[in-house]
């Protein structure tokens, strides 16, 4: 199969709401979208993301229900289901650090160059920094603390629990998008769906409390009535400003 290059496969990406019933589409090959997925740039690379790709007939059921029975889920062959993980910061902190060690060389601090030491530092104190929150109170906090600080020059500002939501939710976004791109270049369809009950599909996944539903995506192969209209965007002058 000849796959399509990145501009065609994002105009061929839409939102398609209906599935075709009588093709179905290859586990392997959707695996390796979600393999592309995780390519996607990350705040920190952090990866503060999981992937649940539901292939099973079961499942499936149970999944559109909390989809709120909408076709894009109904007539899926599979769904992927994008989380954010923000509550494991610690332990990708700790790969990070571990990825660090096996590329540099474990070895004692002093001997890093300034280069290392900054990256070293950058998983071993600004990131416990940002991340570590108690009841969102330490947030305010250091947003506070940092805002104060802002007055005098320019300074990262993300630091509230509700800003760290948004970091993870914008780096699964991406990878969601990697993901609808790389199933369009092979011809394969998906809807992203935010339209759900995200506490009954965190039961269904089984999944803690802090984990968080970035969106589902229904996958398959577009029925001709599954493209509800034309593609409508408003003027690119309306959304573009070259300052
Ligand atoms: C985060 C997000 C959530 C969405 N949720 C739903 C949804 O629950 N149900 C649905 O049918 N479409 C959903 N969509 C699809 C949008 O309606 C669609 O992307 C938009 O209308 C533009 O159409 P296009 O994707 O075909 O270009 C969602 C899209 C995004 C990005």
Redesign the pocket.
Known sequence: MKEKIVTEAIEY?????VFRQDKEIDTELVRTCIKNATLAATSSNMQLWEFYHITTPDTMVKMTKA??G???AKTAKQLVVVVVRKDLWRKRRKSNIEFLKSVYGNKSFESYSKREKFAFNYYKKLIPTVYFDFAGILGWLKYGFFWSIGLFKPIYRQVRKSDMRIVAHKSC?LA?QNFMISMAAIGYDT??????DTLRIKSILGIPHGAEI???IGCGIRDEKG?YGP???VPFKEVYYEV
């Open positions: 990406r839409r939102s398609v709401r989809c709120l909408q076709n894009a976004g969601a809807c992203p769906m935010e339209g759900s970035n969106m589902v493209i593609r409508f965007r």
